[in-house]
């Protein structure tokens, strides 16, 4: 009775890499009580693999992760069994097969989460509405919504429509969210400095078009969000047009 106990908080416990150097803290009982720490882990190694284009070797694996090299294998053995990481010939882990096939699976719910954000944006828009991606040199639709009242002129703009990242609002405002480059086209240095890309005819003959950059998608995967319409140079307001564009950007980058 009376007495008054002292807390002491948790001594700091570090990691050892195999050289001997410190690495970062192990987490102590309050830093993760809000994580599942070994999948926290797991998940944490699929980045470090998936980055790791050459592949990388479990003891700098376990250099990345902060733990012991019986820890990293353990890790690498999980994600094998589920094929998401495979052992080459050189003993180095790359991404597997596993890996792949949650990737499609990504992007096919992607699109169906994005798709009443496009939709949206077309109803408010009065214009066919889209989001792209960038495969390789080119822009791929992978979700079109038209406005739910059309006029009586369309456009036809579907989902797998590709062009040239070159040509086309969506393909120039991926390219101006990339690093600027000395031979940048002047639509790209365009697009970068005013926030938003703009296209006259280059998709289609008399289809005007307004995107966004959407940054990446699953990190790798770069994209855009827009608006596309018939008409004649001028008759695209994009006073009005880009609020809901961008409010729909917004949206789109948070899925």
């Known amino acids: 009775p009376g007495s008054v106990t002292r807390w ?6 570090w990691s050892v890499c195999s050289e001997g150097a410190r690495r970062r803290p192990l987490r102590t009982l309050p830093d993760i009580m809000s994580t599942l720490q070994t999948l926290d882990r797991g998940l944490e190694a699929m980045d470090v693999v998936a980055r790791r284009t050459d592949g990388i070797s479990p003891a700098a694996l376990a250099d990345e992760l902060g733990v012991h090299r019986a820890g990293a294998y353990r890790i690498l053995a999980t994600l094998e069994q589920r094929h998401l990481v495979t052992k080459g010939a050189d003993g180095r882990y790359r991404l597997g097969s596993g890996a792949l096939a949650y990737a499609g699976r990504f992007m096919s719910q992607y699109r169906l989460a994005a798709q009443p954000i496009v939709q949206e944006l077309a109803d408010q828009s009065g214009c066919t509405a889209f989001v792209s991606i960038a495969d390789g040199d080119e822009s791929v ?7 739910s009242v059309r006029g ?3 456009i036809s703009y579907q989902i797998g429509t590709r062009h040239p990242l070159s040509s086309g609002a969506d393909g120039i405002a991926i390219l101006a969210q990339r690093p600027p480059r000395p ?3 002047e639509a790209v240095q365009t697009a970068r400095a005013d926030g938003h890309a703009l296209s006259d005819g280059q998709i289609q003959p008399g289809a005007l078009g ?6 990446s998608i699953a990190d790798d995967v770069e994209g855009a969000i827009g608006v596309i319409r018939l008409g004649r140079p001028g008759d695209l307001d994009v006073a009005t047009l880009l609020p809901f564009v961008q409010h729909a950007r917004e949206a789109v980058t948070h899925l």
């Not at 002491?8 to 416990?13: E, G």
């Not at 307004?210 to 940054?215: F, H, N, P, S, V």
Request: cysteine-free.
């Open 141 to 147: 639709a992978i979700a079109v919504a038209e406005p």
């Open 210 to 215: 307004l995107a966004i950059g959407t940054g």
């Open 8 to 13: 002491v908080p948790p001594r700091r416990r």
């Open 183 to 185: 031979d940048d086209p």
């Open 152 to 154: 009586a002129i369309g």
